[in-house]
């Protein structure tokens, strides 16, 4: 079993940046990859950027591709998402999430069997 608790996110202004971060419980995290998702009012959750259980490769979305980063430090138990360049459009709720059935960097919801609670992003234009 694994316990996911993603930092507070906030309110933020358009062009702004933020850092959430996720750590889990467990010794295994290493061997999971992990990935952040969002999930704005009346749309479906959708993945934002995902990473592997190395760190060695990533993925990520086409809308936030050159403005955000996913980063992982097994050591600590914890994965990053470093926000730059924030938009309006990126206002959601966050999640991260763990995968103990692949290693690579998956961005398919199904892939993730463990998820936090979820953390609000708000930017203001």
């Known amino acids: 079993q694994v316990q996911l608790v993603e930092s507070e996110g906030g309110l933020v202004q358009a062009g702004g940046s933020l850092r959430l971060s996720c750590a889990a419980s467990g010794r295994t995290f290493s061997t999971y990859a992990m990935g952040w998702f969002r999930q704005a009012p009346g749309k479906e959750r959708e993945v934002v950027a995902a990473i592997s259980w190395s760190g060695g490769s990533t993925y990520y979305a086409d809308s936030v591709k050159g403005r955000f980063t996913i980063s992982r430090d097994n050591a600590k138990n914890t994965v990053y998402l470093q926000m730059n360049s924030l938009k309006p459009e990126d206002t959601a709720v966050y999640y991260c999430?763990?995968?103990?059935?692949?290693?690579?960097?998956?961005?398919?919801?199904?892939?993730?069997?463990?998820w936090g609670q979820g953390t609000q992003v708000t930017v203001s234009s």
């Open positions: 999430a763990a995968s103990s059935t692949v290693v690579a960097a998956a961005p398919a919801l199904n892939k993730y069997d463990y």
